[in-house]
């Protein structure tokens, strides 16, 4: 029997969606896929995909002839192509040019985006709907997006995020210490530094903050184009905030936290809060997206743009550790019950079957 024979397109995407291609393409390869990866060259650093033993292509995330024929050349041998999100969608279908090849798009966010640029990414987001055999949400609100874009067949599909991983004798007091933070809380919050993640919210509320006793740290764990206004506010306004840019120690920061905050506009399946619940710690976020289904009742969620909510939830939470221990049991149960990165695997290796029958009887048969 032939192995099949698949390609993983991605086009820049979120944290959330680079790694679960890692976790993906990994789960494939060790069921005897035969996964091609192609994506800017930076995320293979940053994600090694070439590590997981899959073949990787880079393609810049530009729908420009050059990259086009790149794309396509990585696909002339596919039994199915994968892409992740509109834009890669897009860009695959074009790449395939009409061949009776399968497309399975994997709807993981949605664009944030206004003015003109609305109604391109709206165009953007029908054409990869109509193109694709079958579309994946992750959340619930995806899935009714992508049928009113135009797909034929809209599914969800949780995706899980993979687990976040502590290095041996990694130490909460230890990465407190080097934060300075010694005898005051810790609030931990992680995302790129762009508007819809409600760091400005977020600052706003840090000013409730000043005259807790002992008052709290807030750390933001990203990078992005809002770090110098945030950084005027916080130096202008003396909040007690500390922005410290892209860690790799991300996962021991959080671990270190007495609250983590999640105050987005909107989330798919938030690997912040899905870490944090994974790591007993426990969660404010707002009421948004998918997050209100993911967490269920192990995080206390309060409206977006209300500052005064989630300053006041903080708040009262600092001040109640008993509350704090509650919450970070029950989000360990809830954690418990999402979908595991094998069952991800299946739930997409099924999807496959139907689209490429009888090639992959033979894989689900290894």
């Given at each position: 029997?032939?192995?099949?024979?698949?390609?993983?397109?991605?086009?820049?995407?979120?944290a959330?969606?680079?790694?679960?291609?890692?976790?993906?393409?990994?789960?494939?390869?060790?069921?005897?896929?035969?996964?091609?990866?192609?994506?800017?060259?930076?995320?293979?650093?940053?994600?090694?995909?070439?590590?997981?033993?899959?073949?990787?292509?880079?393609?810049p995330?530009?729908?420009?002839?050059?990259?086009?024929?790149?794309?396509?050349?990585?696909?002339a041998?596919?039994?199915?192509?994968?892409?992740?999100?509109?834009h890669?969608?897009?860009?695959?279908?074009?790449?395939?040019?009409?061949?009776?090849?399968?497309?399975?798009?994997?709807?993981?966010a949605?664009?944030?985006?206004?003015?003109?640029?609305?109604?391109?990414?709206?165009?953007?987001?029908?054409?990869?709907?109509?193109?694709?055999?079958?579309?994946?949400?992750?959340?619930?609100?995806?899935?009714?997006r992508?049928?009113?874009?135009?797909?034929?067949?809209?599914?969800?599909?949780?995706?899980?995020?993979?687990?976040?991983r502590?290095?041996?004798?990694?130490?909460?007091?230890?990465?407190?210490?080097?934060?300075?933070?010694?005898?005051?809380?810790?609030?931990?919050?992680?995302?790129?530094?762009?508007?819809?993640?409600?760091?400005?919210?977020l600052?706003?509320a840090?000013?409730?903050?000043?005259?807790?006793?002992?008052?709290?740290?807030?750390?933001?764990?990203g990078?992005?184009?809002?770090?110098?206004?945030?950084?005027?506010?916080?130096?202008?306004?003396?909040?007690?905030?500390?922005?410290?840019?892209?860690?790799?120690?991300?996962?021991?920061?959080l671990a270190?936290?007495d609250?983590?905050?999640?105050?987005?506009?909107?989330?798919?399946?938030?690997?912040?809060?899905?870490?944090?619940?994974?790591?007993?710690?426990?969660?404010?976020?707002?009421?948004?997206?998918?997050?209100?289904?993911?967490?269920?009742?192990?995080?206390?969620?309060?409206?977006?743009?209300?500052?005064?909510?989630?300053?006041?939830?903080?708040?009262?939470?600092?001040?109640?550790?008993?509350?704090?221990a509650?919450?970070?049991?029950?989000?360990?149960?809830?954690?418990?019950?999402?979908?595991?990165?094998?069952?991800?695997?299946?739930?997409?290796?099924?999807?496959?079957?139907?689209?490429?029958?009888?090639?992959?009887?033979?894989?689900?048969?290894?």
């Open positions: 029997m032939s192995q099949l024979r698949t390609v993983q397109v991605l086009g820049g995407g979120s959330g969606s680079n790694a679960h291609v890692g976790s993906l393409t990994a789960g494939l390869v060790a069921r005897g896929v035969h996964v091609t990866v192609c994506a800017p060259a930076e995320l293979d650093h940053a994600y090694d995909y070439s590590g997981t033993g899959a073949r990787f292509t880079p393609v995330r530009r729908g420009d002839p050059v990259s086009v024929a790149a794309l396509r050349s990585a696909c041998s596919a039994d199915l192509v994968h892409a992740h999100g509109p890669a969608a897009v860009r695959a279908a074009l790449a395939l040019g009409g061949r009776s090849v399968p497309l399975v798009v994997t709807w993981h949605r664009a944030h985006v206004d003015g003109a640029r609305r109604r391109l990414v709206r165009m953007m987001e029908r054409r990869a709907a109509r193109a694709a055999a079958v579309v994946l949400g992750t959340t619930s609100d995806l899935v009714d992508a049928r009113r874009r135009g797909a034929r067949d809209a599914r969800l599909a949780p995706v899980s995020a993979p687990a976040p502590l290095p041996d004798g990694a130490r909460p007091d230890k990465a407190r210490a080097e934060l300075g933070v010694v005898g005051r809380p810790l609030i931990v919050t992680c995302g790129s530094l762009v508007p819809h993640h409600g760091y400005g919210t600052l706003d840090a000013r409730m903050w000043r005259d807790l006793d002992p008052g709290p740290l807030l750390v933001v764990v990078e992005g184009r809002e770090r110098s206004a945030l950084q005027r506010r916080i130096r202008d306004e003396e909040l007690p905030v500390r922005l410290v840019g892209d860690r790799e120690d991300r996962a021991e920061l270190a936290a609250l983590a905050v999640l105050p987005s506009s909107w989330e798919e399946r938030s690997v912040q809060a899905q870490e944090a619940l994974r790591l007993g710690v426990p969660l404010v976020a707002t009421a948004v997206g998918g997050v209100p289904d993911l967490v269920g009742d192990a995080a206390e969620l309060v409206p977006y743009g209300n500052a005064e909510a989630l300053g006041r939830t903080v708040a009262r939470l600092l001040g109640d550790p008993l509350r704090r509650e919450m970070a049991a029950t989000g360990l149960a809830q954690a418990a019950g999402w979908p595991t990165e094998d069952d991800t695997i299946a739930q997409v290796l099924s999807v496959y079957d139907e689209l490429t029958q009888p090639l992959a009887v033979a894989v689900r048969a290894r």
